[in-house]
């Protein structure tokens, strides 16, 4: 069963006992321009709206996929925007928009904070706004969609300097700096879904030529469509340094382990030289040492002839060894 509210500029809130869908003309009539907000819609909606006179496309993309898109169509228009869910999961819904006579018809499966906002600021709006008609109520219905996202995206640059502090903070090792990297990432891509769509919204309203709003109405979309811009290019801004300090930090991560590859380099090397050293000599060692008949055996001062031998093989390996580059740094 879909949730309604009804909202008349003339009377305010119409509790939704007080209505219902077939007999909506009748209740708005002579009540300036109306709002009717449409939560989860069924069949019933879908019957309303074709015999409203809804176009069967803009039908189709309500209960369909609705892409993001500004037309005009006979009799109304019909906008798809996408706005911030109130879930907390990642992602936007889309918002469908109707615009017939004095009544704006939003349709959307979930629910949608900025609507909340939208609705108290109906209530406050100066008389002069309202008499501009539903193209106001659009404006007011889109402004608040894009304010929703202005302390998001304050919190998203928050995040991104605390984590820029923490990749370039050489005193500690902080953990789940990648995770929260690639999560930030993943936050300001489905934000600039809706900011994007808001924004290209906007400038299909205020084409000229077609412009598909009226022109007392024109400066608060100019203004709203230069919002937009501005959240567009914080978004874009915010992920270009969230991709930067992400590099940053592989960079460092590479740094470190080419580091610790070059000290376990370094200690291999003198293991080896170490070892290789050390061959000739044990092999000296157990042949003078075996239980045969051997020269400087006999010998009361055969021990240090085999010595020298021994010495003489170390300095040729270690002047080898130098020569090559081997001991050097």
């Excluded at 900025?114 to 002069?128: E, M």
């Amino acid at each position: 069963m879909a949730e309604l509210r009804l909202y008349t500029t003339g009377e305010g809130v119409i509790a939704q006992s007080e209505f219902a869908l077939e007999g909506l003309a009748d209740t708005i009539k002579g009540k300036g321009s109306a709002w009717l907000d449409i939560l989860k819609p069924g069949e019933e909606v879908k019957s309303f709206l074709e015999e409203l006179g809804v176009d069967e496309l803009a039908v189709e993309d309500i209960f369909g996929h609705a892409s993001d898109t500004v037309q005009r169509f006979h009799g109304h228009r019909f906008i798809v925007v996408r706005a911030r869910d109130a879930d907390n999961r990642l992602d936007t819904e889309p918002v469908a928009i109707i615009l017939k006579g004095d009544l704006m018809i939003t349709v959307r499966g979930t629910r949608i904070p900025a609507l909340d906002v939208f609705s108290r600021r109906l209530k406050t709006a100066d008389d002069d706004e309202v008499a501009m008609g539903v193209d106001f109520l659009l404006y007011e219905l889109l402004d608040s969609i894009a304010d929703d996202w202005t302390p998001i995206l304050s919190e998203y640059s928050n995040n991104l300097d605390e984590l820029e502090y923490q990749v370039f903070d050489p005193t500690e090792a902080y953990d789940g700096l990648l995770e929260g990297l690639h999560d930030l990432k993943r936050l300001l891509r489905e934000a600039s879904k809706s900011i994007e769509s808001l924004q290209s919204a906007c400038l299909r309203l205020l084409k000229p030529g077609e412009r598909l709003i009226n022109e007392n109405t024109l400066p608060f979309f100019t203004d709203l469509q230069q919002l937009s811009t501005t959240l567009v290019k914080r978004c874009t801004a915010y992920s270009a340094g969230a991709t930067s300090t992400r590099d940053t930090y592989l960079s460092h991560v590479s740094m470190d382990l080419a580091r610790s590859n070059a000290k376990l380099t370094e200690v291999m090397t003198t293991l080896t030289i170490i070892g290789a050293i050390m061959l000739p000599l044990t092999l000296i060692a157990g042949i003078f040492g075996m239980n045969t008949q051997l020269p400087f055996n006999t010998s009361e001062i055969g021990f240090w002839p085999v010595i020298g031998i021994m010495s003489t093989f170390t300095l040729l390996m270690l002047g080898y060894f130098s020569k090559k580059g081997w001991l050097s740094k």
